[in-house]
């Protein structure tokens, strides 16, 4: 990522970061194994081969985490990227998979000059704890959801969050 941001400076290119997030992987782990969270975290690598463009960076950062550096992609481009992401992982059967569906959370932050790929990271990072907070609120009961305006985050640019009503 540090080589890919210096290269959107020196060049003047865009550029993107995904993180992705197995979010119930040690509930997987749990109840059914670590060869089936194996399996989950293979199976999300594979999903996201086939989302990215070649040029893309993708790679296990650790534990659950993925990352996707997206060179020369702006992030409408990037954000489509995510949602072909989440479309493929909710439609994909597990054969030999973990019995559960696989819950995944997604970050994503745009590079902009003078900002480091460690600025870039944390963007990227506090978006994806962002898409976790929804995802956990969504599985409350109604009467335990916190109460807030229809507004998505759809990812960061320029440091500030860019939103849409839903």
């Known amino acids: 990522m540090e080589r890919e941001v210096a290269l959107a400076e020196r060049h003047n290119r865009k550029l993107s970061l995904m993180l992705i997030d197995l979010d119930n992987l040690k509930r997987i782990n749990d109840r059914q194994g670590h060869r089936a969270g194996d399996v989950a975290l293979r199976l999300i690598a594979q999903q996201l081969q086939r989302v990215v463009r070649?040029?893309?960076?993708?790679?296990?950062?650790?534990?659950?985490?993925?990352?996707?550096?997206?060179?020369?992609?702006?992030?409408?481009?990037?954000?489509?990227?995510?949602?072909g992401c989440r479309r493929r992982l909710a439609r994909r059967a597990w054969p030999r998979g973990p019995a559960e569906p696989v819950a995944v959370s997604i970050g994503l932050a745009s590079w902009r000059p003078g900002l480091d790929w460690q600025g870039v990271y944390e963007a990227a990072d506090s978006d994806l704890y962002e898409d976790k907070r929804r995802h956990k609120e969504a599985r409350l009961p109604a009467d335990q959801q916190r109460r807030s305006p229809s507004l998505r985050v759809l990812g960061r640019a320029s440091g500030r969050r860019r939103v849409a009503g839903n």
């Open 54 to 83: 070649t040029s893309d960076i993708c790679a296990r950062i650790g534990g659950d985490e993925f990352g996707v550096a997206m060179p020369e992609t702006e992030l409408e481009r990037a954000r489509e990227a995510v949602l």
